[in-house]
């Protein structure tokens, strides 16, 4: 299924809400795992660039693959300052990049959108050999109260709502599969904080999410404003979330 426009008109409340990765969590790939100045990353659906700017900053050249032509845009302009950074029009399963021509394939908040199959062949064909595969995710706890009052609105409102993280679970059969069960699971916690205007956008940014002018939309987005001022304490509200990374290298 073609999922390119999926994200069409949602980049601006995407660049406002997305939250960026724990610190600790780009720390340990580049301190345990092999990451460096000197590695080429294929970074896949890499939307307007959130996760891509850690690997950027740690000078690693990165190659940003992005089908979605309005989330790419952004990230040309959010990233330009990087002479490190190459943005490719391509998708999981044709990154027209160059065959063994990456020491690292990675992806941030995207996996739960490929076909699994197919972009195992593609980063086994893209990864020099021994590199490695990282799947990551900012996903929210579910046993916080303001999550679950989140995950009732979603599943009442968006009928595209699948679950937090596009419904991929701690050790998805998906994650086994691609892996062929041989992977390496890291977790850090990384709290997110957001002030008003921050938090509707970061709730109006899933592909599931209605937008404005949709059905419902009104009433949509006044339970999430009620949600917010039920939660915020001195303007701020505190959502329980944490950075996740499946690691490992491609097997055949």
Not at 10 to 39: F, H, W
């Amino acid at each position: 299924m073609d999922t390119t426009n999926r994200f069409d008109g949602y980049s601006k409340n995407y660049t406002v809400g997305r939250p960026q990765y724990a610190k600790e969590l780009i720390d340990c790939l580049y301190n345990e795992y092999g990451m460096s100045e000197a590695s080429v990353v294929a970074d896949i659906g890499s939307g307007t660039g959130k996760f891509a700017m850690h690997l950027l900053e740690r000078k690693s050249e990165v190659y940003c693959v992005e089908p979605n032509d309005d989330m790419r845009m952004v990230a040309e302009n959010e990233l330009r300052m990087f002479s490190n950074f190459h943005s490719i029009k391509g998708d999981a399963e044709n990154t027209t990049l160059e065959d063994n021509s990456v020491d690292f394939v990675t992806t941030a908040q995207a996996f739960h959108w490929f076909d699994v199959q197919k972009f195992k062949q593609e980063c086994t064909r893209i990864l020099k050999n021994n590199g490695k595969a990282a799947l990551i995710w900012n996903m929210r706890d579910e046993s916080d109260p303001l999550n679950q009052d989140m995950y009732r609105i979603f599943s009442e409102h968006c009928p595209d709502f699948k679950g937090f993280g596009g419904g991929i679970a701690k050790d998805d059969t998906r994650i086994k599969l691609f892996f062929n069960d041989k992977y390496e699971y890291i977790s850090f916690d990384n709290p997110l904080y957001y002030d008003r205007e921050k938090f509707i956008a970061r709730n109006l940014s899933g592909s599931y999410s209605l937008k404005e002018g949709d059905k419902g939309f009104d009433d949509y987005l006044k339970e999430i404003d009620n949600t917010f001022n039920k939660y915020a304490r001195d303007g701020i509200v505190s959502i329980a979330n944490r950075s996740v990374v499946y690691i490992g290298e491609m097997i055949e």
